[in-house]
């Protein structure tokens, strides 16, 4: 198996489940959001950039795997408006780089992990895979150009369209990395920022339940596009009141004005996934709050 991009937060999890049912997996990572520590210690790091081919192939030279799952890519949407070039080059020309990497190495099955996020723009109702894609950000609009080429590839591919996700080791500076920010300040009894109205809604989905996703979809036949998410939006507002369940009210509230390239509400509707016996999600906010604040040491497991 080869994982790109398996030393930032998802990917990383997906090399752990990998590893536990006793795969061998490589990892591309060029690091530059993710880190070493987070490669699982029976994996094999090999650090290099998707946009660049032939590095690449110096890094995987006569290597051989059944599977890819692409999960490099620049992740910011902000960012992404300053960065046209760099979001084009990594996602678009790392995205054709790695299908044709996988199949140079043999590969028959290609998961790619792509957003519902940040590709179907507003949705005042859940969206579903049918809904036309409306990607306000550079990023959104890059990720669903490269959905198009792997779905062009003779490979057999899967592209899951992720909600938020969250979960261990997510990054506080990482866009949708809120309830890690917010994590981090209840541990440290800092104040917390909300932006905006605080109304802002997104779908939230627990980081062990993505990487099932991505399991599963390796094991099955399905191919084309599924929603991974939980079909629930909630607020920021919210997610305070259930943060505030399972640690306590805040440690302080600051307000600040809405970001530019903010949609309102984010929520991708997950019935396919579950209709097609693919996948449907298992942990509840409560639970993976509760699972995320131990991780990091906000909270003890007794508690
Ligand atoms: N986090 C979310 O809420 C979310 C939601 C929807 C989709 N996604 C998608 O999930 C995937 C993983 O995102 P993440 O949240 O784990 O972010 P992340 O930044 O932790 O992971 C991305 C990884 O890719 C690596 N990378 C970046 N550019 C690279 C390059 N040119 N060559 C090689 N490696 C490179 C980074 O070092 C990092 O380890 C991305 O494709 C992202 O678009 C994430």
Redesign the pocket.
Known sequence: MLV??G?????SHIVDALVARGDRVLV???????DRVNVNEAAELRV????DMPGLERALASEKVNAVIH?????KVVVSMEKEDLYRR?ILE?TDNVLELAKEMGATDFVN???G?AIYGETPVCADETVPVDPPSNYGRF?AQAERLVARSTLRSITLR?A??YGPRQ?RD?E?GVIAIFVGCWKRAEPITIYGDGEYERDYVYVGDVAEAVMTALRSDHEGIYNIGTGVATSVKELVAALSLVLGPPPGIRHAPARAVEVRRVCVDPAKAARDKLWRPRTDLATGLREMAVAEGALDRQA
Not at 7 to 11: E, H, M, T, V, Y
Not at 48 to 51: K, L, T
């Open positions: 790109t991009g030393a930032g937060f998802l990917g591309i990572d060029d690091l530059s959001t993710g290099a950039d998707i946009a999960c490099a890519a620049k992740t990594v790392g992990i792509s957003t996020g990720k992720l938020n996700i990054r990482l949708g």
